[in-house]
């Protein structure tokens, strides 16, 4: 079982792909994963079926959660339950996000 994860290595690895988010650890009752978002690129993700933590390592902008802007910084965390309409917009910098599932991602 893997123990240690490079997640800056997980943001270089994103930056080179098509897609802007990987998750890392996947379990029945934990996901974790790291989201890097460009300026001006669109957050496409869908409501999840589980809850879910983001944490800001870097960037700016705003988390859309079920009708209302949250500005986004560095060192905070928002909370998101299941099933509630998100996504991050209005980044002027790369944003870089590490989540949490309360289980799987699916």
Do not use: C, W
Request: hydrophobic residues 35%.
């Amino acid at each position: 079982m893997k123990i240690v994860f490079d997640t800056n290595q997980y943001v270089q690895d994103i930056a080179k792909s098509d897609s802007y988010f990987h998750t890392f650890i996947n379990r029945d009752s934990l996901a974790v994963g790291v989201l890097r978002l460009e300026p001006g690129k669109e957050d496409t993700q869908e409501p999840h079926e589980s809850d879910e933590v983001y944490y800001v390592i870097r960037g700016d902008g705003f988390l859309h959660i079920n009708g209302k802007d949250y500005a986004v910084s560095e060192g905070l965390s928002y909370f998101v339950p299941k099933k509630i309409p998100h996504y991050f917009h209005g980044n002027k910098k790369e944003l870089v996000v590490l989540y949490f599932f309360g289980g799987p991602d699916s």
